[in-house]
C-alpha cells in the first residue's frame, strides 16, 4: 500500500487549505488513517484521526473546531480541510494509516507508533 499526500502550500493566517490523501494498494481491512504533522525541531504529532466508518474521530486539541477529517472510502482519499489557519500551524503534514483491522477494533489509533504505512509528507506555511 503507497499513501500520497497532496494539497500544501503557503497561506496568511486565517486562510484555508485541504490536503488529500490518496491510497493505492491492497492489503487493509478497514485501516484507521490520520493526519501528523512535524514542525522544524519538533516530535511527529498527531493533528486528527478517522475510522473506517468515517463516523469516529479525534482531533488534536489545538485544532479542534478549525479543521476536519474525512474519507470517501470509494475513492480511496482522506482528507483533511483546514480553515483558520494560524502561524503555529506550519509543518509538513504527514497521512498514515494503521494496518490492522480497523472494523474489528472499536478504538481509533491516535498514537503515532500505532500508524504503520506513512505517506511522504505535503508542506504547508501559514504567514502572519
Known amino acids: 500500500v503507497q499513501l500520497q499526500a497532496s494539497g500544501g502550500g503557503s497561506v496568511q493566517a486565517g486562510g484555508s487549505l485541504r490536503l488529500s490523501c490518496a491510497a493505492s494498494?491492497?492489503?487493509?481491512?478497514?485501516?484507521?488513517m490520520g493526519w501528523f504533522r512535524q514542525a522544524p525541531g519538533k516530535e511527529r504529532e498527531i493533528v486528527a484521526a478517522?475510522?473506517?466508518?468515517?463516523?469516529?474521530?479525534f482531533y488534536a486539541a489545538a485544532v479542534k473546531g478549525r479543521f476536519t477529517i474525512s474519507r470517501d472510502n470509494d475513492k480511496n482519499t482522506m482528507y483533511l480541510q483546514m480553515n483558520s489557519l494560524k502561524p503555529e500551524d506550519t509543518a509538513v503534514y504527514y497521512c498514515?494509516?494503521?494496518?490492522?483491522?480497523?472494523?474489528?477494533?472499536?478504538?481509533?489509533?491516535?498514537?503515532?507508533?500505532?500508524?504503520?504505512?506513512w505517506g511522504q509528507g505535503t508542506e504547508v506555511t501559514v504567514s502572519s
Open positions: 494498494g491492497r492489503g487493509f481491512i478497514g485501516p484507521d
Open positions: 498514515a494509516a494503521d494496518s490492522r483491522d480497523g472494523i474489528g477494533r472499536w478504538q481509533l489509533s491516535i498514537m503515532t507508533y500505532e500508524y504503520d504505512y
Open positions: 478517522i475510522k473506517w466508518s468515517g463516523d469516529v474521530t
